[in-house]
Antibody, heavy 121, light 107 residues
Framework: EVQLVESGGGLVQPGGSLRLSCAAS????????MSWVRQAPGKGLEWVSG????????YYAESVKGRFTISRDNSKNTLFLQMNTLRAEDTALYYC??????????????WGQGTLVTVSS | VIWMTQSPSLLSASTGDRVTISCRLS??????LAWYQQKPGKAPELLIY???TLQSGVPSRFSGSGSGTDFTLTISCLQSEDFATYYC?????????FGQGTRLEIK
């Protein structure tokens, strides 16, 4: 059974940093691209970042480019999102999501339950 | 960036009704479009991918159509468990983008 479990969220001041993790199990982690998607309270879904199975290719939304870094450790089946220079508008529930098809460029067949990031002074 | 316009943002309907939700894109994406359902407090769930392919386990009353820039999600014969929020997503080019969402409520 595929499982995605996010952690690392919390309350942080504007300008601060957080590192989110997503522990994956139940599938061959290194063969699937993974992504982060966020949802601000009461708002819609916003794609944040994606990474290829090898970790060599990364992609970002304009809103986070230069501040967030996506990475993965395939030996530990874990996805990361390093978030720096956080702003109030980064407050959201952050989901990790698994591509439906291997090879990249796919929709998401599995989602975690999310980890909440609150940026406030 | 590919912009997406999803409509309507709010849809009121009754059980047994047939409803359609539209997703229009700023440029063609072939059939690289998915539809998700999200219920309050839950993660989104994949309903349709590649514009018209039903995800395993999803009831056949859900269907998707379209290609290029215009896509539609249809739910025939609404059931009580279908009242939720629906999102379209393009995965043709990065950054991947979502529609604004359609909240389907009971009339």
């Amino acid at each position: 059974e595929v499982q995605l479990v996010e952690s690392g969220g919390g309350l942080v001041q504007p300008g601060g940093s957080l590192r989110l993790s997503c522990a994956a199990s139940g599938f061959s982690f290194s063969t699937y691209a993974m992504s982060w998607v966020r949802q601000a309270p009461g708002k819609g879904l916003e794609w944040v970042s994606g990474i290829s199975g090898s970790g060599l290719d990364t992609y970002y939304a304009e809103s986070v480019k230069g501040r967030f870094t996506i990475s993965r450790d395939n030996s530990k089946n874990t996805l990361f999102l390093q978030m720096n220079t956080l702003r109030a508008e980064d407050t959201a529930l952050y989901y990790c999501a698994k591509d439906k098809h291997n090879g990249g460029g796919s929709c998401y067949s599995y989602w975690g339950q999310g980890t909440l990031v609150t940026v406030s002074s | 960036v590919i912009w997406m316009t999803q409509s309507p943002s709010l849809l009121s309907a009754s059980t047994g009704d047939r409803v359609t939700i539209s997703c229009r894109l700023s440029q063609g994406i072939s059939s690289h479009l998915a539809w998700y359902q999200q219920k309050p407090g839950k993660a989104p769930e994949l309903l349709i991918y590649d514009a018209s392919t039903l995800q395993s386990g999803v009831p056949s009353r859900f269907s998707g159509s379209g290609s290029g820039t215009d896509f539609t999600l249809t739910i025939s014969c609404l059931q009580s468990e279908d009242f939720a929020t629906y999102y379209c997503q393009q995965y043709y080019s990065f950054p991947f983008t979502f529609g604004q969402g359609t909240r389907l409520e009971i009339k």
